[in-house]
């Protein structure tokens, strides 16, 4: 059975730093491809970063670039996303998904899911 859980969500202030993790279990880490998303409300769930199977290549959005820095752990099954100089509208459920190999743009298309962590930014 695979599970994916989030970490590291809570409330900080801008300018603040924060680190997510995300652990997955029941697969075979390597092989998948990781992204990271996040929704928030009344918003529609938005691609934050995807890092590919084996780690070597990163993608992100033009708006999601310079601020979130995405990386994995293979020996330890962890995935993470680092955010800089956190802003109010970066709160949102922040998510992570697992797609076969490769990423893609599209979180329709990602088969395992976490159940998210909150980020909330106070101004």
């Known amino acids: 059975q695979v599970q994916v859980v989030e970490s590291g969500g809570g409330l900080v202030q801008a300018g603040g730093s924060l680190r997510l993790s995300c652990t997955a279990s029941?697969?075979?880490?390597?092989?998948?491809?990781m992204g990271w998303f996040r929704q928030a409300p009344g918003k529609e769930r938005e691609q934050v970063s995807c890092?590919?199977?084996?780690?070597?290549?990163?993608y992100s959005s033009d708006s999601m670039k310079g601020r979130f820095a995405i990386s994995r752990d293979s020996s330890k099954n962890t995935l993470y996303l680092r955010i800089n100089s956190l802003k109010p509208e970066d709160t949102a459920m922040y998510y992570c998904?697992?797609?076969?190999?490769?990423?893609?743009?599209?979180?329709?298309?990602?088969?395992?899911w976490g159940q998210g962590t909150q980020v909330t930014v106070s101004s």
């Open positions: 890092i590919s199977s084996g780690g070597y290549s990163t």
């Open positions: 998904a697992a797609r076969y190999e490769y990423c893609s743009g599209s979180w329709l298309e990602y088969k395992y």
């Open positions: 029941g697969l075979t880490f390597d092989t998948y491809a």
